[in-house]
């Protein structure tokens, strides 16, 4: 696991979500609402995949660490990881 | 401003059903005498004889739409845009803040709880955090006209007609009604139903004693015949663009036919079990109120369901209306698509409303062995029956809790 491989597993997941957007050029370091039709209810739905597919709890509080591809590796890397270890 | 005296028509018409998601391939299936039913698997229970749809989800719709909401929702919003396309009509190009939708419904939010309930039991050891957010907007009373407003950016009234399965007829009514207290100028109104994807309504029409069955599908909604046992459930849609006359003619709108009367009443007397007499009162009254007889009627489309007792009470109160009416045909399009409940009206009515320019009355297959209490005179079996001209439709939708409605159309004359 690396930041990498998270960042694909959130566009993974942001294709299930949003199977209209093309995510072939999405920038890591800009802000997902900013380049695609994402929604808040959409980021619940983010959340909700992440619990479901990977075991990963982001609290309320934490959503806005998922704004971007960059911000979500540097958030989620450690989750993911000690996941890995447990 | 009201409208109470406008003579209310239909000017457009968008469906989906287990034979076609179109007027015309419906009609031309009905006319060839070709059933929709199939298998269709159900969870806890198999394969089961089924009315499927088959349009496509993605003409009027993004994937994202197609996800976040529900299968009654994209069969409204298929049906809403076909409807407008059919009635000549491009929303974007007209007030639509005065635009109304009226779904009738026999139920719904049944398959989204279930999906949802099953989903928590099978994968999450029933822990609600993995419960979804959709929850709510999916299953509202008024989804799927809601989902239709949302889609076509309308901004008039919207909402659902709750009325069991004979919601289809009391969309239309709602929608009439709608025009002439000048609530609306164009009214989207019909039903629409999902109801194949729970299998909840199977199980409890199996434990009713009402759940079809037969080795063959194709055979086994049969009205009227004697071994006859039960519905078949289906999934469909079908809603209608209704104006006020003058409104259509303004605009040169095709006329596809006209709502001569209608009447909606209930039984007050049981849960499930139909009444005869009340539904020969609103038969009546429908006629009564297009100022119609008995024998103005061409073709009565009956809602028989292909249940034991169900068809044979229906037919106790049709032949206390029409036994001397000669010339009144009488047919059910349950027989070739099953029981879309919703939608079941609406779509019957779709599949008769053709007679107005062809002239003939499809036909009701599958009586093999005609039940001698559903023996009525009029009675259209095998294959469609070419008549002299249709004038008058009266179509029958009937529904739980004793819920009657009748809607009559007659053929457009300026």
């Not at chain 2, 929702?73 to 929303?91: D, R, W």
């Not at chain 2, 419960?131 to 809601?146: D, L």
């Not at chain 2, 729970?198 to 080795?215: D, R, T, V």
């Not at chain 2, 209490?373 to 009675?379: D, E, F, I, V």
Request: negative net charge; aromatic residues 6%; proline residues 4%.
């Amino acid at each position: 696991m690396d930041k990498e491989k998270v960042k694909q597993i959130v566009l993974d997941i942001i294709a299930e979500i949003a199977p209209d957007e093309d995510l072939t050029d999405v920038k890591p370091e800009v802000r997902l609402r900013d380049q695609l039709d994402l929604d808040s209810m959409d980021f619940l739905d983010i959340v909700m995949e992440l619990r479901k597919q990977h075991g990963i709890e982001v609290p309320e509080a934490e959503y806005r660490q998922l704004e971007s591809l960059d911000s979500s590796a540097e958030y989620l890397f450690p989750k993911f990881e000690a996941k890995a270890v447990a | 401003m009201n409208y109470f005296d406008e003579r209310i028509v239909i000017t457009g018409v968008g469906l989906t059903s287990p034979l076609g998601d179109d007027l015309f391939t419906l009609r031309e299936n009905l006319l060839a005498g070709r059933s929709g039913v199939t298998r269709f698997p159900v969870r806890n229970m198999g394969e089961l004889p089924a009315g499927v749809c088959e349009f496509e989800t993605t003409r009027h719709q993004s994937r994202k739409q197609l996800r976040v909401g529900t299968r009654a929702g994209s069969i409204g919003i298929y049906c809403a845009n076909e409807a407008f396309a059919s009635a000549g009509i491009e929303p974007a190009e007209v007030d639509r803040s005065r635009i109304g939708v009226y779904v009738g419904i026999t139920e719904h939010g049944n398959v989204e709880t279930e999906t949802e309930v099953c989903q928590l039991f099978d994968h999450y050891d029933e822990d609600v955090k993995f419960w979804t957010h959709h929850h709510n907007p999916r299953t509202v009373a008024n989804n799927p006209a809601g989902e239709i407003t949302v889609n076509l950016g309308l901004t008039g009234p919207h909402y659902t007609v709750g009325a069991a399965c004979a919601a289809g007829n009391a969309g239309i009514i709602q929608g009439a009604q709608m025009l002439r207290l000048g609530e609306c100028d164009l009214a989207l109104a019909g039903g629409a139903s999902e109801s194949i994807r729970a299998y909840g309504i199977f199980a409890g029409f199996k434990s009713q004693g009402a759940l079809a069955q037969h080795e063959d599908p194709t055979k086994a909604s049969r009205p009227f015949d004697k071994n006859r046992n039960g519905i078949v459930v289906s999934e469909g849609g079908c809603l209608y663009v209704l104006e006020r006359l003058s409104d259509a003619k303004a605009r040169g709108a095709q006329i596809l036919g006209e709502i001569a009367g209608y009447s909606l009443n209930s039984d007050g007397t049981d849960y499930v079990l139909p009444n005869p007499e009340r539904q020969e009162e609103c038969i009546r009254l429908a006629l009564k109120k297009a100022k119609l007889t008995p024998a103005d009627v061409d073709i009565v489309s009956t809602h028989a369901t292909s249940t034991p007792q169900g068809d044979e009470q229906e037919c106790s109160a049709l032949r206390a209306v029409f036994g001397a009416s000669e010339g009144t045909f009488v047919n059910n399009t349950k027989s070739f698509i099953g029981h879309a409940m919703g939608a079941a009206g609406t779509l019957e009515l779709a599949g008769n409303l053709p007679s107005f320019g062809d002239g003939m009355v499809h036909a009701t297959i599958n009586v093999e062995e005609l039940d001698p209490a559903c023996a009525l005179p009029g009675l259209v079996c095998d294959e469609a029956k070419e008549t002299k001209g249709v004038e008058v439709i009266l179509n029958n939708s009937f529904g739980m809790l004793g819920i009657n409605s009748v809607l009559i159309l007659k053929k457009f004359h300026n």
